[in-house]
């Protein structure tokens, strides 16, 4: 029973990894770490928007890795929602003390928000409604001229490289400019002459 739980928790986490990390390529460690945006959208259409505020200000930056910003699914899947559930008690009843996480009304909120969760995960996820115009003019097949290389094979954006002809300005001269090219330019004088 915990094993399909956990599975299905699994499964709704790396869905949400992937819906925050839109035009990413994820590797399976990078489809096992999530950011507070993905965890935050997670929480907030599973549970509500009081358990995503208390995770996005109490919870999560607890038990994310300090200089990735990410949280792990393994850390999911322990502690993390178990304080959660702990941190919702406390805010909702405002008490002074958070409540010991082995309270059976803790226990009972993070038993429910792991069902939540894992229900998720069951559901097919919405497929993203193009219309007819914006297909046309996103397809990068159909451009022409200069603009066709701003995008890589697979339709993807270069970023700048694709907007400005880079140079390398690297030189031993003040103005030189496409180092190494220099001798190159003397053997096709030479070859003209």
């Known amino acids: ?87 919702v008690i406390q805010n909702k009843k405002k008490l002074t003390k958070r409540p010991d996480l082995v309270d059976s009304e803790v226990v009972a909120l993070a038993e429910e928000l792991r069902e939540k969760i894992a229900a998720k995960s069951d559901e097919k996820p919405k497929a993203v409604k193009v219309d007819a115009v914006t297909a046309r003019l996103t397809d990068t097949k159909s451009y022409t001229g200069s603009h066709k290389e701003r995008f890589d094979d697979t339709g993807k954006g270069k970023g700048i490289a694709g907007r400005k002809n880079l140079v390398d300005e690297t030189g031993y001269v003040t103005g030189y400019k496409h180092e190494g090219t220099y001798d190159g330019k003397e053997e096709e004088e030479q070859e003209t002459k």
């Open 1 to 87: 029973m915990a094993d399909s739980l956990n599975a299905k928790l699994a499964a709704t986490f790396k869905h949400y990894v992937e819906v925050s990390s839109v035009g990413q390529t994820l590797t399976e460690a990078g489809k096992k770490e999530i950011k507070d945006k993905g965890m935050n959208k997670m929480l907030k259409e599973c549970c509500g928007d009081a358990v995503a505020k208390a995770s996005e200000a109490q919870v999560f930056p607890k038990y994310c890795d300090k200089k990735t910003k990410k949280l792990h699914l393994d850390v999911f899947l322990g502690d993390f929602l178990t304080e959660l559930a702990a941190t």
